[in-house]
Each structure stands twice: as C-alpha cells, then as structure tokens.
C-alpha cells in the first residue's frame, strides 16, 4: 500500500474497527462521543474530551475517525440508529392494521420529542448550513429509516391480505409526515409538543382511515 493510501485509509478510520476488538472500542467512542457532543454541542466539542469520556488517547479516536467532522457525521448516524431501534417493528405492531398504526404513531410521537432527541435535533440543525452533510445524515438516517420501518409493516399486511396493495413507501412518509411535522417544530421551537393540533389528528386519523378501509380481498 503507498503511502497516499495509507493517510487516505487514516482518514476514512483505515483498519480500525475490522476486528471485534476494535469494533467494541470503536462504539465506546461513540458512546462517548455523543455524550459529550450532546453537553457541548458541535461547536465547542473536541477530539480531546471525547478522548477524555472514552478512556482512550487524542490519537485513538482520530485513528478511528479521522477528524472531529468525521465523528460528529458517525454519531449522527449512531445516534439516529438507536433512536430509530426504540420504534417497534412489523412483527412487534399489533392486528387489526388499524391498531398498529395507532400503536406506532403514538411510539414515533414520543420518540420525537423526547427532550434527548430534541436536544440532538438542535445541535445537528445549529451545524447544517455549514456541514450540509449532517443534515443529510439526520434526514437519512433518523426520517427515511422511520419511513422504511412502517413501510414494511404495510407491506407485511398488504402481504398478509389485511390491506389492499398500495404504494406502501409513499403511505408510510404521509404518516410519519402527519405525525411528526407539528410534534417536532413545536418541541425545536421549545412548545409543548404533548397536545397534538386538531386538524393534524384529523389529518392522521383520515389518513389511517383511508389506509385501513382499503382491504385486500
């Protein structure tokens, strides 16, 4: 390997993470990582406190990460991942289709503003006209992965014959739409986000409706 493939290896985290070792000392830094960024914000934040919370050298996380924008972009993605894994899956949502997207709607409610989630939403939005690629991250990682779980549970009932076949992806972004759209502007712009508006329940509840009524069959 030349040396230019080697800094580039470097700057990309290189070997570091292919074993489980390193694999396991990797998401300590993360974890480490996202705490202090959540204290800290972006801004503020260094390599060198993060080093400090993980146990590990300055040296250690650049190894792995490469620079303090590579590891904010590696947490946003670590960070959505956990929030998305709270959401319950096509297999945990109850029967009738009806009642799992009440139950669902009510999970990503919570989950949205849920004041740690608000917090991380703040501090990536704060950085997005600068690092464009962090919101882009967020946007993929925490909204099109939301998407994707509900879609796949319309999809499992369009399969199963509970629901009428359906574009089931652009269904999916109409709800996680009409429920967090509110919720999430009124918790960013520090409201109470615990009462839904009227006419976005009504919104979601014909929406649900006319998802529902349309049974295959």
Known sequence: MSGKDQAAETAQGGKWGRTAASQARRREILWAAKSVFF?????????????????????????????????????????????????????RLPLPPAKGLAAFVERLRAAVSEPGSVRFQRIVIAEAER???????LYESAVLATEAVLADYLGAC?????????????????????????????????????????AELAALEAAIARITGARGG
Do not use: C, W
């Not at 993060?50 to 300055?58: E, H, I, K, P």
């Not at 690092?131 to 991250?137: E, L, M, N, S």
């Not at 076949?165 to 739409?177: D, F, Y």
């Open 131 to 137: 690092h464009p690629d962090f919101g882009k991250v």
């Open 158 to 198: 369009v399969r199963d014959g509970l629901l009428a076949p359906m574009n089931v992806a652009a269904e999916a972004r109409l709800i996680v739409s009409l429920t967090t759209n509110t919720v999430r502007l009124k918790a960013l712009l520090g409201q109470d986000p615990a009462a839904p508006e009227p």
């Open 39 to 91: 204290q800290q914000g972006y801004h503020l934040a260094s390599l060198d406190q993060v080093a400090q919370a993980a146990g590990v050298t300055r040296r250690t996380v650049y190894d792995h990460f490469g620079s303090k924008e590579a590891l904010f972009t590696e947490v946003i993605a670590f960070a959505a991942g956990q929030f998305v894994e709270t959401l319950p899956r096509a297999e």
